[in-house]
């Protein structure tokens, strides 16, 4: 195993991070912009690139700690999976640009189309939605299942983004 630690902060830098996941999104805007105007952009400039590691060595430990607990509680051998399909950072920018394909209602609460949920920030499953672009019926709903955990029905986000049309650029002639 590899440390995950692609960052370096200071205590002030981690309490001021902690104090941001503390609060909603205004609170955390107005923090941000006092930080700019007090440190300048340089500084910020930094701050979010060590934050990007920080999210990321969570996000691999995370990933470890259920390989762990599938293999020391539940009992799962090694062999039987290559990891669990966890939210990623990047996976959570993958689903950003999934998200905007649709408008997710009448989709099941885990879909991969809507904008936050477990799906749609796993890099894996946004990277297989978006493979399955074309195909209305290849990408399946994980939450109808038959008896054997196989999926039963065609993902709604994905039926409503195999429709999405991105408006065309006229071309110059």
Do not use: W
């Amino acid at each position: 195993m590899t440390d995950n630690t692609d960052y370096s902060m200071t205590p002030d830098d981690a309490l001021f991070i902690a104090g941001l996941c503390q609060f909603d999104l205004d609170f955390r805007r107005t923090a941000i912009q006092a930080a700019l105007e007090r440190d300048g952009p340089g500084r910020l400039v930094e701050l979010l690139a060590q934050f990007v590691g920080m999210a990321n060595s969570v996000a691999a430990n995370c990933a470890e700690m259920s390989d762990t607990v599938l293999i020391t509680e539940c009992h799962v051998h090694p062999d039987r999976f290559s990891s669990v399909n966890l939210p990623t950072i990047f996976g959570a920018c993958q689903g950003v640009m999934l998200a905007q394909k649709c408008d997710p209602a009448g989709a099941c609460h885990g879909c991969a189309y809507r904008l936050g949920s477990i799906a749609n920030q796993s890099p894996i499953t946004t990277s297989d939605a978006e493979f399955m672009a074309h195909d209305r019926k290849g990408f399946m709903c994980h939450a109808y299942l038959d008896d054997d955990s196989v999926p039963e029905r065609v993902c709604v986000g994905h039926a409503k983004a195999a429709r999405f049309q991105p408006s065309t650029i006229p071309s110059a002639t």
